[in-house]
């Protein structure tokens, strides 16, 4: 289990706790995070699960496998720290983890 | 009160209807029937993931219930709405009981296409799948009626399981109606290679107990599925008199020809810019862009842009990602070496202009294409074949 911490497109901070072995995504699914779309429902097809993960974390997290890195790459509001949530499997390691939401994830 | 909205089916478009209607600022009451006994839920892993064992049954559904039922709304599941009574504006439930309505919503989705095979089975909800799996933990041999993606993620999944897995196609190829003849010889090829044997253009008769009959030859097997598309659930619809042309006839914010009541999903018929005529699809994606547009409709807010339709399907460690639609193509242009490896791409183009995109574990070449198919853009047939071109840098 891990406490997450999303900061919405508005500012809004929520924390939610997450199971082991669920997705980021999935979590912020059931939870309503505004700003999460999942169209593909996690099989990394649809980029719309998009988050950015702050320096001190970055280097933390399990590193990218090739679809998720070439995904990223053309989605319209990726940064150096992008992730996509529904690739990132939730461990206590992670708790704490705090993740910024994207304006629009088209 | 004024009547609640009422959803008629809970699957993956009513969710997102309701996570829309929700971010539009919709106050009204919300009141969603389903004849499954299930919260809304996905079905894509049903034939890949779920099917396999590897994900439990919570994590298909989208939402928990909790959020089907606060701010006064109710949530009917097991309750099948028989009729639609449009002049009382009122759906009648299988129990007989009214339930009034302001604006109606149709989210019956499809169904498989039934052929006349006594004791087949077929693979669209929880509990085919559930009642598959035991069946295929004890059998040595399956059929599968039906070479299109769906009957192919199941035979990929039956045949790591340790299942003799045969797939019966009439068509010439497999996927005919998705995917060009490039993809079809790929993927006859890669079940070939992973022990699935493929017969095309076969002409099943009838199953006779165990054994599956066709034209030509005889398959025993201990479990037979069918996989031969799917029809629309428009009898509501159509009885109570809404125009249905292959779906639901919607426009462009998804409203029937009745300016209360609106179908999105699986169920719709609806003009579609790229393809240049009114088309039915059966995708999440067509299923979460039409629900969009509908709540948007509703909340009286400026629809969210029409995307260009998206698709994909996992065999073994392929995953083919599709966008775009390839009908009335002249040109198809591959990238990649399809008869060698797991890796490649076709692209379609009419008259010089990106429409459609096939990508076989090439996710960059389907997000460039998604992009390119919306801008309407020409590209160079002899770029997008060379490897050495990026396809960052295939824009002209
Ligand atoms: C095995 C399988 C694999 C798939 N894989 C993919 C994939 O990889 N990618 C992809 O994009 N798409 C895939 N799809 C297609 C995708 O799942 C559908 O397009 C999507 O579910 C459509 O959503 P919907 O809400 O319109 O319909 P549905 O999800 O079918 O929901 C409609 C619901 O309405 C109910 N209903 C119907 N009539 C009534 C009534 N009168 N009263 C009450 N309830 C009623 C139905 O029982 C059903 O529960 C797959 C489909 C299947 C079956
Ligand atoms: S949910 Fe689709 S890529 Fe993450």
């Not at chain 2, 006859?188 to 030509?216: F, N, Q, S």
């Not at chain 2, 990602?321 to 040109?331: E, I, K, N, R, T």
């Amino acid at each position: 289990m891990a406490k997450i911490v999303f900061e919405e497109p508005d500012g809004t901070k929520r924390a939610i706790d997450i199971a082991n072995g669920q997705s980021i995504m999935e979590g912020a699914v059931r939870n309503g995070i505004v700003g999460i779309d999942a169209d593909c429902g996690g099989a990394c097809s649809c980029a719309t699960c998009m988050v950015y993960v702050p320096d001190d974390w970055f280097d933390r997290l399990p590193a990218k496998d090739s679809s998720e890195q070439s995904m990223l790459e053309f989605c319209p509001h990726v940064q150096p720290n992008s992730r996509l949530s529904c690739q990132l499997q939730v461990t206590d390691a992670l708790d704490g983890l705090r993740l910024k939401v994207p304006q629009s994830q088209q | 009160m004024a009547d609640p909205l009422v959803i008629i089916g809970a699957g993956q478009a009513a969710s997102q209807l309701m996570a829309s209607l929700a971010q539009d600022g919709f106050q009204g009451e919300i009141c969603l029937v389903g004849d499954e006994p299930h919260l809304p839920y996905q079905r894509p892993p049903l034939s890949k993931k779920f099917l396999a064992g590897e994900l439990a049954l919570d994590r298909l559904y989208v939402k928990p219930a909790a959020f089907y039922e606060k701010a006064g709304s109710r949530l009917l599941l097991g309750q099948r709405a028989q009729r639609i009574d449009r002049a009382g504006r009122a759906v009648i439930l299988g129990d007989g009981s009214r339930l009034p309505y302001s604006t109606l919503v149709l989210a019956t989705g499809s169904r498989p296409r039934e052929l006349p095979l006594p004791g087949a089975l077929y693979l669209r909800n929880i509990a085919d799948v559930e009642a598959l799996r035991a069946r295929v933990a004890l059998a040595k041999s399956l059929v599968v009626i039906g070479g299109g993606y769906i009957g192919l993620e199941l035979a990929a999944v039956a045949v790591k399981l340790g299942v003799g897995v045969t797939v019966l196609e009439q068509a010439p190829r497999l996927m005919a109606r998705g995917v060009g003849p490039v993809v079809s010889n790929f993927y006859a090829r890669l079940h070939g290679e992973e022990g699935v044997t493929i017969r095309t253009g076969a002409m099943v008769r009838g199953l006779d107990g165990r054994r599956v009959v066709c034209e030509d030859a005889q398959y025993d097997a201990d479990i037979v599925v069918v996989g031969a598309g799917a029809v629309p659930n428009v009898e509501l619809a159509r009885e109570a008199g809404l125009a249905v042309e292959d779906g639901i006839v919607v426009d462009a914010e998804c409203r029937t020809d009745d300016a209360s009541i609106f179908a999105i999903g699986d169920c719709t018929s609806q003009h579609h810019e790229l393809a240049g005529r009114r088309l039915r699809l059966e995708s999440v994606h067509n299923a979460l862009e039409q629900a969009r547009i509908a709540a948007a409709a509703i909340c009286g807010k400026k629809p969210p842009a029409v995307q260009v339709p998206w698709f994909w399907s996992d065999q073994y460690d392929v995953k083919m990602q599709m966008a775009g639609l390839s009908a009335g193509h002249d040109q198809a242009v591959v990238r990649g070496n399809p008869d060698i490896g797991r890796s490649f791409a076709v692209f379609y183009l009419r008259e010089g202009t990106l429409i459609a995109v096939d990508a076989v574990n090439r996710a960059p070449e389907f997000m460039m294409s998604k992009q390119l198919i919306a801008e309407r853009a020409r590209i160079d047939p002899s770029r997008l074949c060379n490897e050495s071109v990026a396809m960052k840098d295939m824009r002209n």
